[in-house]
């Protein structure tokens, strides 16, 4: 209804969505002959126009921060909660210290990469620069290959109780694998080069930071307790 709204950021209107995977995978459209699930939402919903979207989209944080207020702006949203996860978290922080926070009550800021993982001065033990570059340059030159590299860590799975399968895990990789060499450099690339450390102190609405334990890609000691001690007033679950 107009009183609640949910707006998910998936890219493309219809081939970036997860409903739209999920389906051609289930019920081939071309096979059933049925109308797009995401045709069928995006009529009800009463849209007057779409597009198929940017596929070559700007993936730095300003622009993903003010793309974020726009939307804000334009459907004159107030008390909003934000909740970002990964580098999400870091357009969240960019969009209030950028913008201000006249819309926004509160934020959830859920296993990110935010305040930075790489050696700073404001973080000593991090990782080496000259680590990261050679790992950002495997990245480029084989996304597969990366991917499987990190899978069994990333997904945690020699912990105890883990019943992730390899199966599963396989079709995760190829999941990844479907986005476009250039999204998936350009958001690496923002979450790894972060350094937001100063204006975290400038956020000034209520915080909740969730951070697991067994993160392998943003450690809980570099990414969610540092976060949470430098955004004023934060939880940390």
């Given at each position: 209804?107009?009183?609640?709204?949910?707006?998910?950021?998936?890219?493309?209107?219809?081939?970036?969505?997860?409903?739209?995977?999920?389906?051609?995978?289930?019920?081939?459209?071309?096979?059933?002959?049925?109308?797009?699930?995401?045709?069928?939402?995006?009529?009800?919903?009463?849209?007057?126009a779409?597009t198929?979207?940017?596929?070559?989209?700007?993936?730095?944080?300003?622009?993903?921060?003010?793309?974020?207020?726009?939307?804000?702006?334009?459907?004159?949203?107030?008390?909003?909660?934000?909740?970002?996860?990964?580098?999400?978290?870091?357009?969240?922080?960019?969009?209030?210290?950028?913008?201000?926070?006249?819309?926004?009550?509160?934020?959830?800021?859920?296993?990110?990469?935010?305040?930075?993982?790489?050696?700073?001065?404001?973080?000593?033990?991090?990782?080496?620069?000259?680590?990261?570059?050679?790992?950002?340059?495997?990245?480029?030159?084989?996304?597969?290959?990366?991917?499987?590299?990190?899978?069994?860590?990333?997904?945690?799975?020699?912990?105890?109780?883990?019943?992730?399968?390899?199966?599963?895990?396989?079709?995760?990789?190829?999941?990844?694998?479907?986005?476009?060499?250039?999204?998936?450099?350009?958001?690496?690339?923002?979450?790894?080069?972060?350094?937001?450390?100063?204006?975290?102190?400038?956020?000034?609405?209520?915080?909740?930071v969730?951070?697991?334990?067994h993160?392998?890609?943003?450690?809980?000691?570099?990414?969610g307790?540092?976060?949470?001690?430098?955004?004023?007033?934060?939880?940390?679950?």
């Amino acid at each position: 209804g107009e009183e609640s709204v949910f707006y998910f950021d998936n890219g493309d209107a219809i081939q970036g969505s997860p409903l739209t995977y999920y389906y051609s995978m289930r019920e081939p459209i071309t096979e059933t002959g049925e109308d797009h699930p995401m045709a069928t939402a995006f009529n009800l919903m009463g849209l007057d126009a779409q597009t198929v979207g940017n596929h070559e989209y700007n993936y730095d944080l300003d622009t993903l921060a003010d793309d974020l207020q726009g939307l804000l702006d334009h459907l004159d949203l107030r008390e909003v909660t934000l909740i970002g996860h990964s580098v999400g978290t870091a357009e969240v922080v960019r969009c209030l210290t950028r913008h201000g926070s006249s819309r926004v009550a509160g934020a959830a800021l859920v296993s990110g990469v935010s305040p930075g993982i790489i050696r700073s001065k404001g973080l000593p033990d991090g990782l080496d620069p000259a680590v990261v570059r050679a790992d950002e340059e495997f990245f480029r030159r084989d996304r597969a290959a990366w991917f499987t590299r990190f899978a069994d860590a990333f997904f945690a799975v020699t912990s105890a109780g883990n019943e992730v399968s390899d199966a599963y895990t396989r079709y995760l990789i190829d999941r990844c694998l479907v986005a476009r060499p250039r999204a998936a450099t350009g958001v690496r690339s923002g979450g790894t080069g972060l350094g937001l450390t100063a204006e975290l102190r400038a956020v000034d609405v209520p915080g909740l930071v969730v951070h697991g334990t067994h993160d392998t890609s943003a450690p809980l000691a570099h990414a969610g307790e540092r976060l949470a001690g430098l955004v004023p007033g934060a939880v940390l679950k």
